[in-house]
């Protein structure tokens, strides 16, 4: 039950009982008055019939008493006389107690009577002189007994809480109301609107404002709640402002970073263009001397076309590099991109004797980012693949949903992404090379064979992405590269999986 019916009912209960031991109160005070009501009217009335018997000779006691009794009953009327005791009439055993007392006082005693099985009465025994007051010879002669039906002083009481009662219930129910009214207004209400914003806030609303302050306890409790909702208010917006500083310093660092780089890249470039321009001024110019000659023409031209894709290749991956984060926007269809790629590179593939095995999330949504970049970063790592298995092997193609924690983000909750892992059976990537591998010329191929930019380029694509990448050992001995793509919205989390995705298997 409800704090506000629960404490109505609580104090609508403890008023009935306080009015009910009122109302009592109330009865057992107007059954005393009737009862000294009773008591006067008695007295006086033995006085009178004293008044009218004595001086009350012993021997005309019995008859004088019967007369008088016999008058007063035929008069009616709500007394009624009994000649108790005169002469050698002893009185009976009802009438004993107060006779007895009568005579110690020598004056009237009544007594209301009320035993169990019979009607209320009232009594009193009245002793009669023979003398009157002062005289020596005077003593009791005779009692007479005066009665009444006592009923009718219970049956007033009766009346009376018949009357009381309704007005009784009236403002009981009256009070129950005022105050289910009063704690809903004053308490049950508030403590409501406390708890809504409280559950609001627990769902990221703090823009609530609660109650108005009073001077009282939920006032101060409503006051705390809204100086800490005003707290943590400016705590998230603080932060916000914290984080779209550190993402913007982010950035910055990393495009001087990479600008950093270019420089470097220059002494790279006048290498790698500066050998193959050689090369090509010498087969052009031997061209121009021997161009009558078919079989050196074409020759001298493929040698000049290599060097040529050669100065092109790496020209390209020095502008990706660096070239300012470009907007993610666009959707990709991930498998067609990775089944693109695979036929660029068949030719390649082939040559090489590689076997591949591509295994598909089935129905693959499209996510946001840039197709071309995606499809670079395939191609970079399939390459890498190619040249790590010159002499042929297998190589394992896996798309699937995954929930992944970002690496080096211990405390972020768990996130759906979409994976891309690439695995060889070449001869892996060494431990000691692992933390290097992604680093702009990193590169452990002989000179011409590679800049050491596919990776970096490829990192650099999938953290605009705000993805990530590793690297690992795949179980056909060679290694496993893994790209994870953000997803973008939940509806795409419910069909991803938990994580531990195995590495994908090179084709058995
Ligand atoms: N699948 C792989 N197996 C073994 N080693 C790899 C693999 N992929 C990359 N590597 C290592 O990482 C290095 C860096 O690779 P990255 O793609 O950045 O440059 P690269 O392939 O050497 O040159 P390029 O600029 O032509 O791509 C490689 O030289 C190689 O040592
Ligand atoms: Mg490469």
């Not at 004088?64 to 009953?73: E, G, L, N, Q, T």
């Not at 009577?113 to 005779?142: C, S, T, W």
């Not at 692992?434 to 010329?441: D, G, N, P, V, Y």
């Amino acid at each position: 039950m409800k704090l506000g019916p629960r404490v109505a009912i609580i104090a609508t209960l403890l008023m009935a009982a306080v009015l009910a031991a009122a109302m009592g109160s109330v009865l057992v005070v107007l059954r005393g008055d009737q009862l000294a009501d009773l008591d006067r009217e008695a007295h006086a009335l033995a006085d009178a019939i004293v008044m009218g018997l004595e001086p009350l000779p012993a021997d005309r006691a019995g008859l004088a008493m019967k007369a008088r009794v016999a008058a007063v009953a035929k008069a009616g009327g709500e007394f009624r006389l009994e000649a108790v005791a005169w002469g050698g009439q002893r009185p009976n055993n009802s009438w004993a107690g107060l006779v007895e007392e009568a005579t110690k006082l020598d004056a009237p005693v009544g007594r209301l009577f009320d035993l169990r099985g019979i009607p209320p009465f009232y009594a009193m025994a009245i002793p009669l002189h023979n003398a009157a007051p002062g005289e020596p010879k005077r003593q009791v002669v005779a009692f007479l007994g005066l009665v009444r039906d006592g009923g009718f002083i219970n049956q007033d009481l009766l009346a009376s809480a018949k009357r009381l009662l309704p007005l009784l219930g009236v403002f009981v129910a009256g009070f129950a109301v005022a105050v289910y009214v009063m704690l809903m207004r004053r308490v049950a209400t508030p403590l409501r609107r406390l708890v809504d914003a409280i559950d609001g806030a627990s769902k990221g609303d703090l823009s609530r404002a609660v109650l108005p302050e009073r001077d009282d306890e939920i006032g101060s409790l409503a006051g705390r709640f809204n100086a800490m909702m005003n707290y943590l208010r400016e705590a998230r917006e603080k932060e916000a402002r914290a984080t779209a500083a550190r993402v913007a310093t982010e950035a910055h660092l990393r495009h001087a970073e990479k600008l950093a780089t270019v420089g470097q890249m220059a002494a790279e470039i006048a290498h790698e263009v500066g050998t193959p321009l050689n090369v090509i001024g010498g087969r052009a110019r031997t061209l121009a001397r021997r161009s009558s000659e078919q079989a050196e023409v074409e020759k001298n031209a493929e040698i000049i076309s290599t060097q040529v894709d050669r100065i092109t290749k790496s020209i390209s991956q020095v502008l990706d590099y660096s070239r300012k984060n470009r907007p993610t926007t666009g959707e990709v269809d991930v498998a067609k991109t990775v089944r693109d790629t695979l036929e660029f590179v068949e030719e390649d593939l082939k040559k090489h004797k590689i076997e591949v095995a591509l295994t598909c999330e089935p129905e693959l949504r499209p996510i946001p980012g840039n197709a071309d970049e995606i499809q670079q970063v395939c191609l970079n790592l399939i390459m890498n693949a190619v040249h790590a298995m010159a002499g042929g092997g297998k190589l394992g193609v896996v798309i699937e949903y995954v929930i992944r924690r970002k690496e080096g983000l211990d405390l972020a909750p768990p996130a759906p992404y979409l994976m891309i892992a690439i695995a060889d059976t070449g001869p892996g990537v060494p431990q000691e090379d692992r933390a290097r591998i992604f680093e702009a010329f990193f590169t452990t191929k002989d000179k011409g064979e590679g800049t050491g930019l596919g990776l970096a380029v490829s990192h650099g694509i999938v953290k605009d992405h705000d993805g990530f990448m590793e690297v690992g050992d795949s179980p056909g001995g060679g290694a496993v590269f893994r790209v994870f793509l953000p997803l973008p919205s939940e509806r795409e989390s419910d069909q991803a999986k938990p994580d531990a995705t195995p590495p994908p298997q090179p084709v058995a």
